[in-house]
């Protein structure tokens, strides 16, 4: 049994880390799934005996790329006096993450509109927006943000990422769009003490 379970998990591996090959390159409407099946070398009914719809496929994929941004910037979070300065880096960070093709066509281009709008706010919450929470719950813990409802705060502050980083994925040059939003971010972090 357990070589069964091997096997079904790698073939699911498999078919995910060709999906996002194909989102992150071509996006979610030119993508088939006959195509991910190709390329995770399964045929297409072991494509849909592990998921329902390429929608399904795509919402994995989705996870996946959000769950390997946090990871990445937990594993890069080092605490330091300025706890908003800390709070400013990990953004900045998030948006370097972004900047990359297959992340922002997955996460900021189709995310949305292949998600919907709310289905996509309530996957990023659950993942980078659980970070925000924490971050700005630790800063109001070290005294580095006055004392205010968090979970306001928290969404108030998401949703104002979420959406500079959704309008970056649109500009020619993210980095350029990215670091004007920073400014901005960080002033009003500032003004929050």
């Not at 991910?36 to 390429?54: D, L, N, P």
Request: aromatic share 8%; with cysteine.
């Amino acid at each position: 049994m357990a070589k069964q379970e091997t096997r079904r998990a790698a073939t699911r591996a498999a078919i995910l880390n060709a999906a996002m090959s194909l989102f992150g390159k071509a996006g979610f409407e030119a993508t088939t799934t006959d195509q991910i099946a190709a390329k995770a070398g399964v045929a297409k009914g072991s494509v849909y005996h592990h998921f329902k719809s390429k929608q399904e496929i795509f919402e994995a994929v989705f996870e996946a790329v959000s769950s390997k941004i946090v990871t990445a910037m937990i594993d890069d979070a080092l605490p330091g006096d300025d706890t908003i300065g800390t709070l400013v880096k990990s953004m900045r960070q998030f948006f370097n993450l972004c900047a990359e093709p297959v992340t922002s066509q997955i996460l900021l281009q189709d995310g949305p509109a292949v998600l919907g709008f709310e289905g996509w706010r309530r996957l990023d919450a659950l993942h980078f927006g659980g970070l925000v929470t924490a971050a700005l719950s630790s800063a109001m813990d070290a005294g580095a943000i006055r004392q205010q409802p968090l979970g306001t705060l928290s969404q108030i502050l998401l949703a104002g990422i979420q959406a500079a980083a959704i309008d970056c994925a649109a500009q020619a040059d993210f980095e350029l769009a990215a670091s004007e939003y920073l400014v901005t971010f960080e002033v009003i972090l500032r003004g929050l003490r």
